[in-house]
């Protein structure tokens, strides 16, 4: 059974870094690309970017250029979220998907900045 | 980008009934390959979204029938026949065509009449 399972909800302070994993069970792990999505409060899906598994070469949306690092534990079949510099705007549920059609999600993970 | 355009931002149901929902895409989303990467997904309330139609009209694993997809080009649709109580949140679509980016749809909430 394929699972993606992600890392718990986490209160930061503005300026705090955090780091999301999601990992992965029931396929081999770098035969599929993985991505990553934000989803702001009461809001829509916005793919941030995807990681090549194989290759570890990540690839961002223009509007997670800088302080948004996607990254791999393979040997632990993990994908990482690292976010530096948390703002406000931050504030979300950050899923991992599988593969070229997401047929895979992880459970979400929530990231509350707040001061 | 390719802009995803999806109407209607509700769907009133009842339960039984059927639900038609669009996804518009600003170019066409057949790739050089010949396939089009347009697929549907479901987002229940508290949950991470679901695929259920990959490639236009292919149901996904477990998927039931009373879901098709269709379409081609810039068009697509997702109709639910035989609406039922777990049919019910946001909908949305997703192209990978034109990759990278995924450029996902604004959502559809379907919701009780």
């Known amino acids: 059974q394929i699972q993606l399972v992600q890392s718990g909800p986490e209160l930061k302070k503005p300026g705090e870094s955090v780091k999301i994993s999601c990992k992965a069970s029931?396929?081999?792990?770098?035969?599929?690309?993985m991505h990553w999505v934000k989803q702001a409060p009461g809001k829509g899906l916005k793919w941030m970017g995807w990681?090549?598994?194989?290759?570890?070469?990540?690839t961002y949306a223009d509007d997670f250029k800088g302080r948004f690092v996607f990254s791999l534990e393979a040997s632990a079949s993990t994908a990482n979220l690292q976010i530096s510099n948390l703002k406000n705007e931050d504030t979300a549920t950050y899923f991992c998907?599988?593969?070229?059609?997401?047929?895979?999600w992880g459970q979400g993970t929530l990231v509350t900045v707040s001061s | 980008d390719v802009v995803m355009t999806q109407t209607p931002v509700s769907l009133p149901v009842s339960l039984g009934g059927q639900a038609s929902i669009s996804c518009r895409s600003s170019?066409?989303?057949?790739?050089?390959?010949?396939?089009?990467?347009l697929h549907w997904y479901l987002q229940k309330p508290g949950q991470s979204p679901q695929l259920l139609i990959y490639?236009?009209?292919n149901r996904f694993s477990g998927v039931p029938d009373r879901f098709s997809g269709s379409g081609s080009g810039t068009d697509f649709t997702l109709k639910i026949s035989r609406v039922e109580p777990e049919d019910l949140g946001d909908y949305y679509c997703?192209?990978?065509?034109?990759?990278?980016?995924?450029?996902f749809g604004g959502g559809t909430k379907l919701e009780l009449k």
């Open positions: 998907a599988r593969g070229y059609d997401g047929r895979d």
């Open positions: 029931g396929y081999t792990f770098t035969d599929y690309a």
């Open positions: 990681i090549n598994t194989y290759t570890g070469k990540p």
């Open positions: 170019q066409s989303l057949v790739h050089s390959n010949g396939n089009t990467y």
């Open positions: 490639r236009v009209s």
């Open positions: 997703l192209q990978s065509t034109h990759f990278p980016p995924w450029t």
